[in-house]
Each structure stands twice: as structure tokens, then as C-alpha cells.
């Protein structure tokens, strides 16, 4: 286990380094200069020159490369154009709604999807499978901030059981709270939840059928165990590694997918913090938001790795 996780691990390091390397690349490929978009077309060649130097675009892209990593790796980051902020601090600031909204979401996609998924394998060709069958086509069809636009219209506008956008915070003392700030989550967690459920529930209705088949099962069954007994007891763990696979792949999906779901409600995270950027020319936190979700995406999928390495030792062997 130690060889494979050393080896996860230098896979985790190098795929970080590649990503950096396009990162910064994409960026230093955009047509047209920097500079002359922020100030705009009416800008002097003086005020082009000066804020070329804040961007330190008068450095060779080597250096510029070098030194923002190296600034990545210290945990000092440049400073936004917009916000005159450190971009470590917004980050910090904005993940504080991001990483809550996406755990919230990957809880309700496990749980809605493990109990769709061993329902409908465990009626397989009856009704309940037909009907959580036809359910997940559904929600895999349905796009999420068609979605989130008609929970708001049910539940805050028709039934007013919740605000339809905006977030209180976590801390009493600013009018927010524990209990409040999950209900502002609440919602956009499900609009996000929605497909990715969907989807994982049909894999572990298939993971589940084909564990069903096996010898082992049979002969669980032969020994007395009631069919809910095998496929709590025995089942379930051997189907699960395709859906830690896809789970693992979805957490990333969650992530990276709040951009839309938190404009629509209107949510301080991530998502809304790398739109407006774009928006305000902001390349600056562009640059560390792309970088900052793809180290989450590269993460995640060392995590998933080493949770299938756990649950299947004929990994670690491979």
C-alpha cells in the first residue's frame, strides 16, 4: 500500500506541474495585450506601460511562470486588479460557501442515489425499477439552472419557505448562523445534486446487478441470508468501486459546476467570484481560480483512487 501511494502521489505532483504549465499558458495565448483590454482603447502608451509593469508583462513569461508558482507554493499569491486584495484571501473567503454548497450536494447525490440505485436493482424489471429508470432519465435531461430556476419559483416564491438567493453567513453576530446558512445552501445543493443523482443511481443499479450474478452471492443466499441481508452484507461493498469511481469524478463535477448554480442564486462563492473576473478583466484571480479548481479536480481523484485501493486490494496488487 505504501509503493502505490507513493506512486499516487508523485501521479498527483506531475499532473499539478502539467496543469499549471497549460494554465498559464492558455492565459499568455489570448489574443490581444492584456494591458489594452483592462485600460482599454483610449489608454496612452504611458498608462499601457504602467500597468504592463503591475502586471509584470515586461518579464520574460519564464520568469512570470516561476515566480507564480513559486508564489503558489509559498501560499503568497498576486494581488486582484479589482478587489486590491490578495487572491488567496478571496479564495479563502469564497470557499467557504463553495466547499459546504458542493459537500452538501455530494451528501444528497449518495444518499438519493445509493437508495434509487439498490431499490431499483433490487426490483430489477419491475415497476419501482422501471420507474426510478425513467426518473434518472429525467434528471440526467434536465440542466441545472433550469432546475434551480424552478425550485426558486416553487419554494420561495410560491411557498416562501426560503429566501430565493443571497447568503447570510456563517457567524451569528453578522445576522447569519449555522442553521440559516444551510438553508441558503439547501436549495442550490439540490439543483446541483439533481443530475449528478440521476447518473450515479443508474451506475449503482448496474454495479449492483452484476454483483447479483455472482457465484458468491448465490451461495450467500443458499446459507439463509435474506436478499436485503446479501445485498447489505455482501453486495454493496464489492459494487462499489465503479461508484466511488463516478462519485469521485462528480464531487469534481460539483466543484467545478457552482459557477452557474451560484449566480442563479446569487451565492458569494467561487463561481460567482471567477464570473465576475472574467467580467472585470480580472486575470489575475481567473488564473489562480482555474488553478485552484483544477488542483481540487486532480485531488479529488487521488482520494477516489486510494478509497478503491482500499475497498479492492487487487488494485494495490495491479
Known amino acids: ?32 495585450n492584456v494591458a489594452q483590454v483592462i485600460l482599454g482603447d483610449s489608454a496612452t502608451p504611458e498608462s499601457l506601460a504602467a500597468m504592463e509593469a503591475r502586471l509584470g508583462l515586461d518579464r520574460p513569461p ?9 508564489g503558489l507554493l509559498r501560499g503568497s499569491t498576486a494581488r486582484s486588479l479589482s478587489y486590491d486584495t490578495p487572491t488567496a484571501e478571496l479564495l479563502a473567503e469564497r470557499l467557504a460557501v463553495t466547499l459546504p454548497l458542493a459537500l452538501l450536494a455530494m451528501a444528497l447525490t449518495v444518499v438519493l442515489a445509493l437508495s434509487l440505485g439498490l431499490y431499483a436493482a433490487a426490483r430489477h424489471r419491475r415497476l419501482g425499477d422501471v420507474g426510478v429508470m425513467a426518473f434518472s432519465q429525467l434528471g440526467i435531461a434536465i440542466p441545472n439552472f433550469w432546475f434551480a430556476i424552478l425550485l426558486i419559483l ?25 442553521w ?7 436549495l442550490p445543493a439540490l439543483a446541483l445534486a439533481a443530475v449528478q443523482a440521476a447518473i450515479l443511481a443508474r ?27 446479501a445485498l447489505l452484507r455482501h453486495v454493496l461493498r464489492n459494487a462499489m468501486i465503479p461508484v ?6 462528480q464531487f469534481a463535477n460539483l466543484v467545478t459546476g457552482t459557477i452557474v448554480v451560484e449566480n442563479v442564486f446569487v451565492l458569494p462563492g467561487v463561481g460567482r467570484l471567477v464570473f465576475q473576473a ?28 486510494l478509497a478503491v485501493a482500499g475497498v479492492d486490494p487487487r488494485v494495490r496488487l495491479a
Do not use: C, H
Not at 2 to 22: E, G, K, P
Not at 244 to 249: D, Y
Not at 284 to 295: I, W
Open 1 to 32: 500500500m505504501f509503493a502505490y501511494l507513493i506512486q499516487r502521489l508523485a501521479s498527483f505532483a506531475l499532473t499539478l506541474a502539467v496543469a499549471s504549465v497549460l494554465v498559464f499558458s492558455v492565459l499568455e495565448l489570448l489574443p490581444g
Open 62 to 70: 519564464l520568469q512570470r511562470y516561476l515566480e507564480w508558482t513559486g
Open 154 to 178: 416553487l419554494f420561495a416564491v410560491q411557498l416562501q419557505w426560503v429566501s430565493a438567493g443571497g447568503f447570510p453567513g456563517w457567524r451569528a453576530e453578522d445576522g447569519g448562523g449555522l
Open 180 to 186: 440559516p446558512g444551510l438553508q441558503a445552501l439547501l
Open 203 to 229: 451506475v449503482t443499479r448496474s454495479a449492483v446487478l452484476d454483483v447479483l450474478r455472482e457465484d458468491f452471492v448465490r451461495t450467500a443466499r443458499a446459507k439463509g441470508l435474506s436478499r436485503r441481508q
Open 244 to 249: 466511488l469511481t463516478v462519485a469521485g469524478l
Open 278 to 305: 472574467i467580467a472585470n478583466r480580472d486575470l489575475v484571480v481567473v488564473r489562480d481560480v482555474v488553478m485552484l479548481l483544477a488542483a481540487l479536480v486532480v485531488l479529488v481523484n487521488l482520494l477516489v483512487d
